[in-house]
């Protein structure tokens, strides 16, 4: 007499468990990389050996590499950013001025921004820079 073999099934691991996480995970920090406010144009700052950091209130200007500025990811002229932080002096609600120049701006342009803000009644101005060890 001959018996049948019981066909051998494979059984398979269920992954919807895993799928889920990592669709979880996925939708995480795509609402965690949401919340960070993008500038209002790329800028590749300058390298500086001394690393101070602060974590005060601050007020940061942006400049790119055409001299162009933006304030609050708003694009502004000289003027505007001259009433503007004249404004934020006389307020005194203005803790600390920070200028994130582009490596690559021309040095005139930086100069002329910088006799604009000090201009302002500004007694500090912080330039902003990356130490040249730190990764882009």
């Known amino acids: 007499m001959q018996l049948k073999q019981p066909l051998i099934t494979k059984k398979f691991e269920n992954i919807l ?3 889920n996480v990592v669709f979880l995970l996925l939708i995480f920090f795509m ?3 949401a ?3 993008p500038d209002a144009f790329k800028v590749v700052v300058p390298t500086a050996e001394n690393d101070n950091t602060a974590d005060r209130k601050v007020l940061t200007i942006l400049m790119n590499s055409e001299g162009e500025l933006a304030l609050d990811n708003s694009i502004i002229n000289g003027v505007e950013l001259k009433n503007i932080v004249i404004d934020e002096v006389e307020n ?3 803790v600390q001025l920070q200028l994130k120049a582009d490596a690559n701006v021309n040095a005139t ?6 006799e604009i803000l000090s201009d302002t009644g500004l ?3 912080h330039l902003l820079t990356v130490s040249p060890d730190s990764k882009q």
Request: charged share 20%; glycine share 4%.
């Open 17 to 19: 468990p895993l799928v």
């Open 31 to 33: 609402l965690a990389g």
């Open 35 to 37: 919340f960070s406010k």
């Open 92 to 94: 005194d609600s203005l």
């Open 109 to 114: 342009r930086l100069i002329d921004v910088m």
């Open 123 to 125: 007694h500090s101005l």
